[in-house]
């Protein structure tokens, strides 16, 4: 499976942006698709994902209201819409999949997603 994230760039707050994914490969297998997201000397935190099976989507509590994850199922493409847009959005954005469970626990974890694309940096400027 390979992922292929873009659409990052620099933008005002109070902006918008919307990330693409481009998936190729088995990527029916994963229980869920995920947006991360990571600034230098941090972890890498979850932003959202999208259930396959019925398109329930999941957020953090920190881009609720704000951020829409979406499918394109036709182009393969997993998108993150981000709106009103903060500083603090400001971020290395990785997309990712390969979970293989179904409880809700493991959407959140990083570890249980197998494989990442490659990351699109987010700037977000006061």
């Known amino acids: 499976v390979q992922l292929q994230a873009s659409g990052g760039g620099l933008v005002q707050a109070g902006g918008s942006l919307r990330l693409s994914c481009a998936a190729s490969g088995r990527t029916f297998s994963s229980v869920v698709m995920g947006w991360f997201r990571q600034t230098p000397g941090l972890e890498r935190d979850f932003v959202a994902a999208?259930?396959?099976?019925?398109?329930?989507?999941f957020y953090a509590d920190s881009v609720k209201g704000r951020f829409t994850i979406s499918r394109d199922n036709a182009k393969n493409t997993l998108y993150l819409h981000m709106n009103s847009l903060k500083p603090e959005d400001t971020a290395v954005y990785y997309c990712?999949?390969?979970?293989?469970?179904?409880?809700?626990?493991?959407?959140?974890?990083?570890?249980?997603?197998?494989?990442w694309g490659q990351g699109t940096q987010v700037t977000v400027s006061s």
């Open positions: 999208l259930r396959r099976s019925d398109g329930r989507t």
């Open positions: 990712a999949g390969g979970v293989t469970s179904d409880s809700r626990a493991y959407y959140y974890t990083e570890n249980a997603y197998h494989y």
